[in-house]
């Protein structure tokens, strides 16, 4: 895996940020205390849709220590609604529920107090008079024009409804031997993080600045705040040097931020935001997709695919949200990667009374592949054909990249093949099959399941403007800016929070890299927002290939202005001089060294070479790569980079109480080459472990009354140490051929393909009853229930 031409780059380094972290030094929005700071405590709804009549908070704002009491219709008077990216005007969201709520849980009042616990004590005096609604949370059901209306004003509960048709379809179906159809539901889940969502908002008013510290991973968090509170954009300042305990998608923190930052300007005074978990599970931004796909596919009985058409239903909730955009993600590999010439695509968003949905790791994509993988699995069983060899024989050659998928999205490089034959070799699985036939033969259930699926990476906005024709979003950069001080040390910037993702050391590395000094010598920092770069945060496996890029080019200019000091100090040409370690050395064995250098930009102007602005300092601002377009004849190259993963499991249960027991997980993976193998293998295994509750555990579950049911961790079910077994993962390298250094994404491997794989393990040790359970999460009791009717049955 290590490249001979790096020196640092895919070596095994210490993750800096880890010191920090594992002696306690972390800095959370929890550890931040700013003088006079009130707390935020929220009254939420109790039906899923309610008219709100009165809300009377006599009584609480008579208790000690309760300083105001805010609702919907004064929140909504002085700040603009929150931005919709679908062209749905008539679908508004305020943080606070403005005469009607449209999910339990929502925010209908916000109390604010001297501390938390007397805010917590008064908004259970806050009397609210309702008028319950009729309301739907079934997303069939709020198709039907009898359904309950969530945003009468709108007209309809579609919020989304496009189809795609990517190739002769009709003709594709038409020409084939067989078609196959089948159903398959993506269950609400999330990520989950340890920390909820923070805010702390102070305004001041002689600078004309709100100050916010959060914990947030999302784009343009500044700007949307500034709209939203009718600001300048230079009006509020964001301090990035905040540590966010975890996220993968779900710290947006828009409305918090906004009703915080409202109530700071109001009272003058610092005011702090801090979901506890309830408020976090009901009505925070956790939730992430649920899914229905309906599938039809057609193929040849020699076992080659040629055609799919698929209908995915997605169930936002309440409000728009990010929700829709996450049926636009999965255009970038809705073929996963098998050579399927023609697909036509239906994305459909519904909006019911559930609460509302949010960005989640892989940002739609692995619910897609879960429906994709599974299509695999049964037209393979149904052609009676071994699972792998089917995949082998659909998918992408290696002599046949760059390869345009029917979508317009060109995957960069790989050897899909060659991951797969390192799995096989490595898991033996000739004697794996035979471990599961005995452990058949002893009376257990057990299963082989495989994934296979791309991760699309390299964060790119261009589906926003295939669901939504408005909007005309054709970058999505990101910046760095590296420094040289008069010492000649080096100091790079980065321009976002991260959750864990390693930046820090990233940053460093590359940096290191280019300019062939070691990382642990070279500081990061992360300056506030009106200080930074543009940027669009760590979402959308971009990191590595955005910022990566950003800082390597920006190195790289400090390095060409080097050279071009030691030419004019040389007298020699800068095209025949080379740079080594800091010093740079002429063809006939002069050298100036890094020192002399850096005093020359620093203090000696007379010597450098003429129009050089002084001192030491380089800024770039990285494009996605590919990413420069808008959607034509509604195809478009989506994200840069695809990294491919193959799962292989072995699942074994008892057929009575059917507790599923992971004894093998296998991952062949290839993200390109690797800029720190300890931050890779993390989010990988992190990511395996996500997969593993959205397979078997993880759902925000509702009942008929339409109230969540899943609001603690006694009942929103998580895999421990006892459910997550040992990983082996097997490395490949295919570099990107459109990165600096060749690396690919990864933040979001994992759980992009451990779902459907373990959903194929259950089915494989079901296969001897023909059974299918068409949901996930599949758990334990729908397994056993199954088995025991269809036993009764026979």
């Known amino acids: 895996m290590n490249t001979p031409a790096n020196r640092f780059i895919s070596s095994s380094r210490r993750v800096r940020e880890d010191r920090r972290f594992v002696v306690g030094n972390g800095r959370f929005v929890q550890d931040i205390e700013r003088p006079g700071m009130l707390h935020v405590a929220l009254v939420a709804a109790q039906h899923p849709s309610a008219k709100i009549l009165k809300i009377d908070a006599s009584e609480a704002l008579a208790m000690p220590g309760v300083v ?67 309301y739907v949370i079934d997303a069939e059901e709020a198709l039907k024009e009898t359904s309950a209306p969530v945003h009468p004003d709108h007209g309809s509960n579609l919020l989304l409804d496009r189809t795609f048709d990517w190739g002769p379809v009709d003709d594709d179906f038409a020409a084939s031997d067989e078609t196959l159809k089948l159903r398959v539901t993506w269950g609400r889940n999330s990520t989950v993080p340890i920390e909820t969502f923070g805010v702390i908002a102070e305004w001041n008013a002689w600078e004309n600045v709100l100050d916010v510290w959060a914990s947030i991973q999302m784009p343009k968090y500044a700007d949307q705040i500034a709209r939203a509170m009718n600001l300048r954009g230079n009006d509020v300042r964001v301090h990035y040097d905040v540590d966010v305990g975890g996220s993968y998608g779900v710290k947006r923190g828009i409305k918090h931020t906004v009703l915080a930052g409202y109530l700071a300007r109001k009272l003058s005074r610092p005011v702090r935001l801090i979901e506890d978990r309830l408020e976090n599970m009901r009505a925070g931004d956790a939730h992430g997709p649920e899914r229905i796909f309906d599938i039809e596919v057609a193929f040849n009985k020699d076992g080659r695919v040629n055609a799919m058409k698929m209908r995915a239903l997605d169930n936002a909730g309440g409000y728009a949200g990010r929700a829709p955009f996450q049926l636009g993600k999965p255009i970038s590999a809705i073929v996963g990667p098998y050579q399927i010439k023609s697909v036509q695509y239906r994305a459909m968003s519904v909006t019911t009374n559930k609460t509302v949905q949010e960005a989640v790791r892989g940002f739609g994509q692995s619910p897609t592949n879960y429906a994709i993988e599974t299509m695999m699995d049964r037209v393979a069983a149904h052609l009676g054909m071994d699972r792998i060899e089917f995949r082998r024989k659909n998918l992408i050659r290696a002599d046949q990249f760059p390869y345009e998928i029917p979508s317009g999205s060109k995957y960069d490089s790989g050897d899909y093949h060659a991951v797969i034959d390192k799995v096989m070799a490595h898991v033996g699985y000739d004697a794996l099959v035979a471990e599961r036939d005995k452990l058949r033969a002893e009376g257990l259930c057990a299963g082989i399941g495989i994934a296979a699926c ?150 000696r102007f007379h010597d450098l070479p003429e129009g050089t602005n002084p001192g030491l300092t380089a800024s770039f601002i990285q494009q996605v790569p590919t990413g420069t377009a808008l959607p034509k004849d509604d195809k478009v190259q989506m994200y840069p980079c695809y990294s491919f993963e193959f799962h292989l499991v072995l699942m074994v249960f008892d057929p009575v109480l059917a507790k599923p027991e992971l ?25 395996i472990a996500h997969g593993i509750g959205a397979a078997l555990l993880e759902e925000f579950a509702y009942d008929g009354e339409g109230q969540l049911m899943t609001q603690s961790f006694l009942d929103y079910l998580m895999p421990s140490s006892h459910e997550v077994p040992e990983v082996e993962i097997v490395h490949h390298c295919t570099p990107s051929p459109l990165t600096e250094f060749g690396q690919k994404g990864s933040g979001e491997s994992g759980y992009l393909g451990a779902p459907a794989a373990i959903s194929g393990a259950i089915h494989d040790a079901l296969s001897p009853w023909g059974l299918h359970l068409n949901k996930l999460p599949i758990r334990m009791s729908a397994i056993s229930d199954a088995i025991a009717a269809a036993e009764k049955k026979d």
Not at 93 to 117: C, D, F, M, T
Not at 663 to 683: E, Q
Request: proline fraction near 6%; include cysteine; glycine fraction near 10%.
């Open 68 to 134: 105001d009491v805010v609702d919907g219709a004064e929140l909504a008077g002085a700040t603009n609604q929150l931005m919709n990216g679908l062209d749905t005007p008539n679908v508004r969201r305020y943080p606070l529920a403005v005469g009607q709520n449209r999910y339990a849980g929502e925010w209908i009042a916000a109390v604010v107090a001297e501390s938390r616990a007397v805010a917590e004590d008064a908004a259970e005096k806050v009397r609210v008079e309702v008028e319950p609604l009729p």
């Open 454 to 603: 791309l991760e699309p990476s390299g964060g790119n906005s261009s589906f926003e403007p295939l669901l939504n024709p408005k909007n005309r979003t054709s970058t999505w950069m990101e910046g760095s800016r590296v420094n040289v001080d008069a010492l000649g040390d080096v100091t790079v910037s980065i321009h976002t929070t991260s959750s864990g993702q390693g930046h820090e050391t990233l940053a460093a590395t590359v940096v290191g890299e280019v300019l062939e000094m070691d990382p642990d010598s070279i500081r990061v920092v992360r300056p506030d927002s009106l200080g930074s770069l543009p940027g669009n945060s760590p979402v959308g496996s971009r990191m590595a290939i955005m910022l990566g890029g950003a800082a390597a080019n920006a190195a790289r200019q400090i390095k060409t202005q080097a050279i071009a000091i030691a030419a004019k100090l040389l007298d020699a040409p800068a095209d025949t001089l080379s740079y080594a370690q800091g010093t740079v050395h002429a063809p006939d064995g002069r050298t100036i060294g890094w020192d002399e250098i850096v005093d020359v930009a620093h203090r």
């Open 663 to 687: 004894r093998r997980y296998v991952m062949g993976h290839d993200c390109g080459v690797v800029i720190n193998p300890h931050i890779v293998k993390g989010m990988t295994l992190g990511g």
